[in-house]
């Protein structure tokens, strides 16, 4: 990105530059980081539910061994089963540990957004807009539209 700033003291148009980059990074820093703590909140209560499903089918293989009677084959599920499920959800409790870890250091890590090249400086003579240029390429463009519809629409009469 290239910020121009027109002014008549060269050393203020700088500084006014350079205070615009570093507010533009501070917000968009700032977004990021709002973005992190949410996305790391998100991915806890992920491994909180994650958790709590684990623990549940771990009671209920408990709770299978112990209660083991020929009236409720129907009404529970299969110890492999269960066992597939919690493998799964230990494997998705690992996964969720590692992304938990990295955006705790993403978090921390609180790295720019944007990445400054060069500062401003001060530049040998004032910038300024060029209007008479400026307005010479409208008139001209404008003229030409005009031409253009009025050819467009001396067609559509006859």
Known sequence: MKVKTWDKNAKKAAVITNTLIQKLNEMHQNLQNKNNYLLLKK??????????????????????????SDDDTGKQQKPSVLRKKLQTLSDDIAVYEKLMNEYEFIASANTPVLLIVESARPSLSADRPKILQTLMLIVFAVSIFCVLLALFLETRIK
């Open 43 to 68: 991915i806890k209560e992920g491994y909180v539910r994650k958790q709590l499903e684990a623990n549940a089918i771990s009671d209920s293989m408990i709770n299978n061994q112990f209660n083991k």
